[in-house]
Protein backbone atom coordinates (compact mmCIF):
# COMPACT_ATOMS: atom_id res chain seq x y z
CA UNK A 1 0.00 0.00 0.00
CA UNK A 2 1.27 3.56 -0.92
CA UNK A 3 2.42 5.43 2.48
CA UNK A 4 -0.34 7.84 2.07
CA UNK A 5 -3.02 5.98 0.71
CA UNK A 6 -6.23 7.39 2.02
CA UNK A 7 -8.86 5.99 4.08
CA UNK A 8 -12.08 4.83 2.67
CA UNK A 9 -13.98 7.32 4.23
CA UNK A 10 -12.13 9.99 2.39
CA UNK A 11 -11.99 8.25 -1.18
CA UNK A 12 -15.88 7.82 -0.54
CA UNK A 13 -16.22 11.94 -0.68
CA UNK A 14 -18.17 13.12 -3.87
CA UNK A 15 -15.76 14.53 -6.25
CA UNK A 16 -15.36 18.66 -5.52
CA UNK A 17 -17.42 19.99 -8.51
CA UNK A 18 -16.43 23.37 -8.10
CA UNK A 19 -12.47 22.24 -8.48
CA UNK A 20 -12.92 23.17 -11.81
CA UNK A 21 -14.54 26.67 -11.46
CA UNK A 22 -11.69 27.29 -9.11
CA UNK A 23 -9.24 26.74 -11.31
CA UNK A 24 -10.69 28.39 -14.47
CA UNK A 25 -11.29 31.79 -12.03
CA UNK A 26 -7.78 31.80 -11.10
CA UNK A 27 -6.60 30.95 -14.43
CA UNK A 28 -8.45 34.06 -16.07
CA UNK A 29 -7.68 36.73 -13.18
CA UNK A 30 -4.14 35.78 -13.95
CA UNK A 31 -4.76 36.84 -17.51
CA UNK A 32 -6.10 39.56 -16.43
CA UNK A 33 -10.42 39.43 -16.93
CA UNK A 34 -12.25 40.97 -14.77
CA UNK A 35 -14.39 38.25 -12.54
CA UNK A 36 -17.72 39.20 -10.79
CA UNK A 37 -17.90 35.97 -8.19
CA UNK A 38 -21.36 35.69 -7.82
CA UNK A 39 -20.21 32.08 -6.44
CA UNK A 40 -19.64 32.63 -2.59
CA UNK A 41 -22.14 31.80 -0.09
CA UNK A 42 -20.10 34.55 2.39
CA UNK A 43 -21.14 38.04 3.17
CA UNK A 44 -19.18 41.09 1.99
CA UNK A 45 -20.50 43.39 4.02
CA UNK A 46 -17.94 43.78 7.57
CA UNK A 47 -18.89 42.74 11.29
CA UNK A 48 -20.70 45.81 12.66
CA UNK A 49 -18.69 48.30 14.47
CA UNK A 50 -20.15 47.32 18.18
CA UNK A 51 -19.10 43.97 17.82
CA UNK A 52 -15.72 44.34 16.88
CA UNK A 53 -15.12 46.76 19.65
CA UNK A 54 -16.57 44.16 21.91
CA UNK A 55 -13.92 41.32 21.02
CA UNK A 56 -11.08 44.09 21.17
CA UNK A 57 -11.86 44.89 24.97
CA UNK A 58 -12.07 41.16 25.41
CA UNK A 59 -9.01 40.24 24.01
CA UNK A 60 -7.10 42.67 26.22
CA UNK A 61 -8.34 41.01 29.08
CA UNK A 62 -5.71 38.01 29.97
CA UNK A 63 -8.92 35.86 31.68
CA UNK A 64 -10.01 34.82 28.13
CA UNK A 65 -6.68 34.03 26.66
CA UNK A 66 -6.73 30.62 28.70
CA UNK A 67 -8.86 27.15 27.72
CA UNK A 68 -12.64 28.03 27.80
CA UNK A 69 -14.78 25.63 28.98
CA UNK A 70 -15.89 23.06 26.16
CA UNK A 71 -19.93 23.75 25.97
CA UNK A 72 -19.24 27.50 25.95
CA UNK A 73 -19.55 30.39 28.65
CA UNK A 74 -22.40 30.30 30.67
CA UNK A 75 -23.15 34.03 29.63
CA UNK A 76 -23.04 33.16 26.24
CA UNK A 77 -25.50 30.27 27.00
CA UNK A 78 -27.67 32.27 28.70
CA UNK A 79 -27.72 34.76 25.66
CA UNK A 80 -28.42 32.52 23.59
CA UNK A 81 -31.34 31.19 25.71
CA UNK A 82 -32.66 34.59 25.99
CA UNK A 83 -32.23 35.29 22.29
CA UNK A 84 -34.16 32.03 21.44
CA UNK A 85 -36.42 33.21 23.69
CA UNK A 86 -37.23 36.74 22.24
CA UNK A 87 -36.80 35.96 18.77
CA UNK A 88 -38.72 32.61 18.55
CA UNK A 89 -40.71 32.29 21.71
CA UNK A 90 -38.76 29.00 22.15
CA UNK A 91 -37.70 28.31 25.92
CA UNK A 92 -34.25 26.66 26.33
CA UNK A 93 -32.08 25.89 29.50
CA UNK A 94 -28.66 27.27 29.25
CA UNK A 95 -26.81 24.78 30.80
CA UNK A 96 -28.26 21.70 29.12
CA UNK A 97 -29.77 22.51 26.25
CA UNK A 98 -27.61 24.94 24.62
CA UNK A 99 -24.26 24.08 23.44
CA UNK A 100 -21.48 26.55 21.79
CA UNK A 101 -19.57 26.03 18.04
CA UNK A 102 -17.00 26.86 16.37
CA UNK A 103 -19.24 27.52 13.55
CA UNK A 104 -22.82 25.45 12.67
CA UNK A 105 -20.56 23.59 10.05
CA UNK A 106 -18.38 22.08 13.20
CA UNK A 107 -21.32 21.14 14.81
CA UNK A 108 -23.14 19.66 11.91
CA UNK A 109 -20.16 17.48 11.10
CA UNK A 110 -19.59 15.95 14.10
CA UNK A 111 -23.07 15.73 14.91
CA UNK A 112 -23.44 11.92 13.42
CA UNK A 113 -20.00 10.88 14.87
CA UNK A 114 -22.16 10.80 18.27
CA UNK A 115 -25.64 9.29 16.76
CA UNK A 116 -24.76 7.10 14.14
CA UNK A 117 -23.50 3.47 13.87
CA UNK A 118 -21.67 1.97 10.94
CA UNK A 119 -24.43 0.67 8.55
CA UNK A 120 -27.10 3.27 10.51
CA UNK A 121 -29.07 5.81 7.62
CA UNK A 122 -29.14 9.67 7.74
CA UNK A 123 -31.85 10.70 5.28
CA UNK A 124 -30.36 14.01 3.83
CA UNK A 125 -31.54 16.43 1.37
CA UNK A 126 -30.72 16.92 -2.55
CA UNK A 127 -29.77 19.28 -3.48
CA UNK A 128 -28.03 20.37 -0.02
CA UNK A 129 -25.29 21.83 1.96
CA UNK A 130 -23.09 19.26 1.15
CA UNK A 131 -21.77 18.96 4.99
CA UNK A 132 -24.58 16.61 5.48
CA UNK A 133 -23.77 13.85 3.05
CA UNK A 134 -20.04 14.06 4.40
CA UNK A 135 -20.39 13.97 8.15
CA UNK A 136 -22.92 11.02 7.60
CA UNK A 137 -20.21 8.91 5.53
CA UNK A 138 -17.15 9.88 8.15
CA UNK A 139 -19.46 8.23 10.64
CA UNK A 140 -19.89 5.46 8.78
CA UNK A 141 -23.82 5.46 7.77
CA UNK A 142 -25.18 5.99 4.32
CA UNK A 143 -27.15 8.72 3.19
CA UNK A 144 -30.53 8.26 1.75
CA UNK A 145 -31.60 11.00 -0.66
CA UNK A 146 -35.13 13.32 -0.05
CA UNK A 147 -35.34 14.84 -3.45
CA UNK A 148 -36.48 18.66 -2.94
CA UNK A 149 -38.68 19.47 -6.11
CA UNK A 150 -39.73 22.61 -7.13
CA UNK A 151 -43.65 21.44 -7.01
CA UNK A 152 -43.43 20.51 -3.94
CA UNK A 153 -42.03 24.06 -2.90
CA UNK A 154 -38.21 22.62 -2.09
CA UNK A 155 -39.74 20.55 0.92
CA UNK A 156 -39.00 16.41 1.42
CA UNK A 157 -42.15 14.62 0.63
CA UNK A 158 -42.27 12.18 3.94
CA UNK A 159 -44.57 10.18 1.97
CA UNK A 160 -42.10 8.65 -0.37
CA UNK A 161 -39.53 7.88 2.23
CA UNK A 162 -40.10 4.22 2.30
CA UNK A 163 -40.59 2.67 5.68
CA UNK A 164 -37.51 0.01 5.67
CA UNK A 165 -35.73 3.33 5.26
CA UNK A 166 -37.34 5.14 7.72
CA UNK A 167 -36.97 2.27 10.16
CA UNK A 168 -33.15 1.93 9.55
CA UNK A 169 -32.48 6.24 9.93
CA UNK A 170 -31.10 7.60 13.06
CA UNK A 171 -30.78 11.16 11.57
CA UNK A 172 -32.43 13.49 9.61
CA UNK A 173 -30.65 16.28 8.27
CA UNK A 174 -33.26 19.41 7.13
CA UNK A 175 -32.28 23.15 6.39
CA UNK A 176 -34.68 26.28 6.19
CA UNK A 177 -34.52 28.84 4.97
CA UNK A 178 -32.79 26.70 2.30
CA UNK A 179 -29.38 26.73 0.82
CA UNK A 180 -29.43 26.60 -2.13
CA UNK A 181 -32.76 26.56 -3.29
CA UNK A 182 -33.56 30.00 -0.82
CA UNK A 183 -36.92 28.10 0.15
CA UNK A 184 -38.44 28.06 3.25
CA UNK A 185 -40.56 26.20 5.33
CA UNK A 186 -43.75 26.80 7.71
CA UNK A 187 -44.57 25.53 11.39
CA UNK A 188 -46.80 23.27 9.59
CA UNK A 189 -44.30 21.63 7.49
CA UNK A 190 -42.08 21.29 11.07
CA UNK A 191 -45.13 19.19 13.03
CA UNK A 192 -45.08 17.06 10.11
CA UNK A 193 -41.43 16.44 10.78
CA UNK A 194 -41.98 16.00 14.67
CA UNK A 195 -45.04 13.31 13.72
CA UNK A 196 -42.63 11.59 11.19
CA UNK A 197 -39.53 11.65 13.66
CA UNK A 198 -41.70 10.37 16.81
CA UNK A 199 -43.36 7.44 14.67
CA UNK A 200 -39.47 6.33 13.38
CA UNK A 201 -37.27 7.23 16.41
CA UNK A 202 -35.24 9.86 13.84
CA UNK A 203 -33.62 12.57 15.74
CA UNK A 204 -34.53 15.78 13.35
CA UNK A 205 -31.34 17.85 12.94
CA UNK A 206 -32.58 21.55 11.72
CA UNK A 207 -30.03 24.07 9.82
CA UNK A 208 -31.57 27.40 10.75
CA UNK A 209 -28.14 29.65 9.55
CA UNK A 210 -30.35 31.57 7.73
CA UNK A 211 -33.46 32.29 9.80
CA UNK A 212 -32.62 36.08 10.40
CA UNK A 213 -31.70 36.70 6.66
CA UNK A 214 -35.79 37.41 5.65
CA UNK A 215 -36.77 40.12 4.05
CA UNK A 216 -40.04 42.41 3.60
CA UNK A 217 -41.47 41.73 7.42
CA UNK A 218 -41.18 37.65 6.69
CA UNK A 219 -39.84 35.88 9.84
CA UNK A 220 -38.99 32.23 9.57
CA UNK A 221 -39.85 29.97 12.31
CA UNK A 222 -37.72 28.03 14.66
CA UNK A 223 -38.13 24.00 14.05
CA UNK A 224 -38.20 23.67 18.01
CA UNK A 225 -41.23 26.00 17.96
CA UNK A 226 -43.18 22.96 16.44
CA UNK A 227 -44.93 20.71 18.82
CA UNK A 228 -42.80 18.20 20.52
CA UNK A 229 -39.98 19.47 18.71
CA UNK A 230 -37.63 19.62 21.60
CA UNK A 231 -38.12 15.96 22.28
CA UNK A 232 -37.01 15.05 18.86
CA UNK A 233 -34.68 17.55 17.69
CA UNK A 234 -31.65 20.22 17.47
CA UNK A 235 -31.07 23.04 15.62
CA UNK A 236 -27.76 24.62 14.71
CA UNK A 237 -27.49 28.34 14.36
CA UNK A 238 -25.11 30.49 13.59
CA UNK A 239 -23.73 34.25 13.89
CA UNK A 240 -21.85 33.93 10.17
CA UNK A 241 -24.66 35.41 8.38
CA UNK A 242 -26.44 37.22 10.81
CA UNK A 243 -23.84 40.01 11.89
CA UNK A 244 -21.34 39.42 8.92
CA UNK A 245 -19.06 36.86 11.28
CA UNK A 246 -18.03 33.76 8.77
CA UNK A 247 -14.17 34.20 9.69
CA UNK A 248 -15.12 34.60 13.24
CA UNK A 249 -16.10 30.68 13.49
CA UNK A 250 -18.92 30.97 16.18
CA UNK A 251 -22.26 29.03 16.04
CA UNK A 252 -23.92 27.02 18.42
CA UNK A 253 -26.63 23.91 18.69
CA UNK A 254 -29.79 23.86 21.21
CA UNK A 255 -32.52 21.35 21.86
CA UNK A 256 -32.94 18.51 22.92
CA UNK A 257 -30.51 17.84 26.44
CA UNK A 258 -29.84 14.32 25.24
CA UNK A 259 -28.82 15.39 21.30
CA UNK A 260 -26.60 18.02 23.20
CA UNK A 261 -24.87 16.48 25.36
CA UNK A 262 -23.79 13.21 22.87
CA UNK A 263 -22.73 15.93 20.63
CA UNK A 264 -20.67 17.32 23.20
CA UNK A 265 -18.88 14.49 24.01
CA UNK A 266 -17.54 14.24 20.48
CA UNK A 267 -16.29 17.70 21.04
CA UNK A 268 -14.65 17.27 23.82
CA UNK A 269 -12.48 14.57 22.31
CA UNK A 270 -11.59 16.86 19.60
CA UNK A 271 -11.68 20.81 20.51
CA UNK A 272 -11.25 22.77 23.25
CA UNK A 273 -14.22 25.33 22.91
CA UNK A 274 -14.35 28.88 21.29
CA UNK A 275 -11.65 31.56 21.65
CA UNK A 276 -13.68 33.25 24.68
CA UNK A 277 -12.97 36.75 23.53
CA UNK A 278 -15.03 35.69 20.11
CA UNK A 279 -17.57 34.26 22.89
CA UNK A 280 -17.64 37.85 24.33
CA UNK A 281 -18.53 39.49 21.02
CA UNK A 282 -21.05 36.99 20.01
CA UNK A 283 -22.94 37.47 23.21
CA UNK A 284 -22.52 41.75 22.55
CA UNK A 285 -24.27 40.36 19.20
CA UNK A 286 -26.94 38.80 20.42
CA UNK A 287 -27.83 41.12 23.45
CA UNK A 288 -27.09 44.52 21.54
CA UNK A 289 -29.04 46.47 19.17
CA UNK A 290 -30.25 44.64 16.03
CA UNK A 291 -30.47 47.27 13.59
CA UNK A 292 -27.28 46.02 12.17
CA UNK A 293 -29.33 43.38 11.09
CA UNK A 294 -31.93 44.94 9.79
CA UNK A 295 -28.92 46.87 7.53
CA UNK A 296 -27.18 44.21 6.43
CA UNK A 297 -31.22 42.59 5.01
CA UNK A 298 -31.88 46.20 3.03
CA UNK A 299 -28.93 45.89 0.96
CA UNK A 300 -29.52 42.53 0.47
CA UNK A 301 -33.03 43.08 -0.91
CA UNK A 302 -31.94 46.02 -3.06
CA UNK A 303 -29.49 43.59 -4.32
CA UNK A 304 -32.20 41.03 -4.55
CA UNK A 305 -34.89 43.00 -6.10
CA UNK A 306 -31.98 44.05 -9.16
CA UNK A 307 -30.99 40.69 -9.47
CA UNK A 308 -34.64 39.26 -9.90
CA UNK A 309 -35.94 41.94 -12.06
CA UNK A 310 -32.67 41.50 -14.27
CA UNK A 311 -32.85 38.33 -14.60
CA UNK A 312 -37.11 37.92 -15.51
CA UNK A 313 -35.95 40.62 -18.21
CA UNK A 314 -33.28 38.38 -19.56
CA UNK A 315 -35.63 35.27 -19.81
CA UNK A 316 -34.63 33.39 -16.78
CA UNK A 317 -36.95 31.50 -14.65
CA UNK A 318 -36.75 32.59 -10.86
CA UNK A 319 -38.37 33.26 -7.88
CA UNK A 320 -37.83 36.70 -5.73
CA UNK A 321 -36.93 34.49 -2.72
CA UNK A 322 -38.39 35.36 0.84
CA UNK A 323 -34.98 34.79 2.55
CA UNK A 324 -31.03 33.76 2.63
CA UNK A 325 -29.37 35.96 0.01
CA UNK A 326 -29.06 33.39 -2.86
CA UNK A 327 -31.00 33.04 -6.23
CA UNK A 328 -32.18 29.60 -7.54
CA UNK A 329 -32.21 29.81 -11.04
CA UNK A 330 -33.59 27.34 -13.85
CA UNK A 331 -30.83 26.89 -16.54
CA UNK A 332 -32.00 27.79 -19.69
CA UNK A 333 -32.92 24.71 -21.85
CA UNK A 334 -30.38 23.58 -23.37
CA UNK A 335 -27.80 23.81 -20.78
CA UNK A 336 -26.73 21.42 -18.16
CA UNK A 337 -25.82 23.55 -14.73
CA UNK A 338 -22.06 22.58 -15.65
CA UNK A 339 -22.56 23.61 -19.18
CA UNK A 340 -24.28 26.92 -18.40
CA UNK A 341 -21.51 27.72 -15.27
CA UNK A 342 -18.75 27.08 -17.60
CA UNK A 343 -20.24 29.62 -20.32
CA UNK A 344 -21.31 32.28 -17.73
CA UNK A 345 -17.15 31.88 -16.60
CA UNK A 346 -15.77 31.68 -20.17
CA UNK A 347 -17.65 33.90 -22.17
CA UNK A 348 -18.54 36.50 -19.40
CA UNK A 349 -16.55 36.56 -16.29
CA UNK A 350 -19.09 35.47 -14.37
CA UNK A 351 -18.51 32.49 -11.40
CA UNK A 352 -21.65 31.41 -10.24
CA UNK A 353 -22.33 27.65 -8.62
CA UNK A 354 -24.02 24.94 -10.95
CA UNK A 355 -26.80 23.25 -8.98
CA UNK A 356 -25.56 19.63 -9.44
CA UNK A 357 -22.94 20.47 -7.41
CA UNK A 358 -25.27 20.42 -4.58
CA UNK A 359 -26.51 16.95 -5.21
CA UNK A 360 -28.36 15.10 -8.26
CA UNK A 361 -31.51 17.30 -8.03
CA UNK A 362 -29.90 20.38 -8.21
CA UNK A 363 -28.97 19.65 -12.13
CA UNK A 364 -31.01 21.69 -14.44
CA UNK A 365 -30.24 24.99 -11.40
CA UNK A 366 -27.22 27.06 -11.08
CA UNK A 367 -27.04 29.40 -7.58
CA UNK A 368 -25.93 33.05 -7.36
CA UNK A 369 -25.22 34.92 -4.32
CA UNK A 370 -25.70 38.02 -3.59
CA UNK A 371 -22.76 38.97 -2.26
CA UNK A 372 -21.42 41.80 -4.39
CA UNK A 373 -21.87 45.17 -4.62
CA UNK A 374 -24.70 46.68 -6.96
CA UNK A 375 -22.95 48.14 -9.34
CA UNK A 376 -21.25 44.89 -9.75
CA UNK A 377 -24.65 43.18 -9.56
CA UNK A 378 -26.12 45.69 -12.28
CA UNK A 379 -22.53 45.12 -14.23
CA UNK A 380 -22.98 41.26 -14.04
CA UNK A 381 -26.81 41.73 -15.44
CA UNK A 382 -25.36 43.53 -18.07
CA UNK A 383 -23.22 41.09 -19.35
CA UNK A 384 -25.47 38.55 -19.04
CA UNK A 385 -27.92 40.09 -20.83
CA UNK A 386 -25.71 40.33 -24.11
CA UNK A 387 -24.75 37.05 -24.27
CA UNK A 388 -28.26 36.24 -25.56
CA UNK A 389 -28.33 32.78 -23.77
C1 LIG B 1 -26.85 25.79 4.98
C2 LIG B 1 -25.61 26.14 5.72
N1 LIG B 1 -25.40 25.61 6.92
C3 LIG B 1 -24.30 25.88 7.63
C4 LIG B 1 -23.32 26.72 7.14
C5 LIG B 1 -22.09 26.92 7.95
O1 LIG B 1 -22.01 28.16 8.57
P1 LIG B 1 -20.99 28.45 9.73
O2 LIG B 1 -20.12 27.24 9.94
O3 LIG B 1 -20.21 29.63 9.28
O4 LIG B 1 -21.83 28.72 10.95
C6 LIG B 1 -23.49 27.30 5.87
C7 LIG B 1 -22.43 28.17 5.31
O5 LIG B 1 -22.42 28.57 4.19
C8 LIG B 1 -24.66 27.00 5.15
O6 LIG B 1 -24.88 27.50 3.92
Not at 259 to 275: R, T
Given at each position: MDLYEKAERLKRVPPYLFREIDRKKVEMRQRGVDIIDL??????????????????????????????????????????????????????DPSTEVLCLIGSKEGIAHFPLAFINPGDVALVPTPAYPVYHTATLFAGGQSFYMPLLRQNNFLPDLDRIPSGIASRSRIMFINYPNNPTAAVADLGFFDRVVEFSKAHQIIVC???????????????????AAKGAKQVGIEFHSLSKTYNMTGWRIGFAVGNGN?????????????????QAIQ?????????????????????????????????????????????????????????????????????????????????HGEGYFRIALTQEKERIAEALDRLTSMNL
Open positions: GIGDPDLPTPAHIIAAIKEAAEDPITHRYPSYSGLSDFKLAVANWYQERFGVELHDAAYTEMAFDGYRPPSFLAIEGLGAIKSNVDSGVFRAGIVALRGDQSCVRETIAVYRERRDLMVRGLKEAGFEVESPKATFYLWVKAPEGYTSAQLTARLLEDAGLVVTPGNGFGE
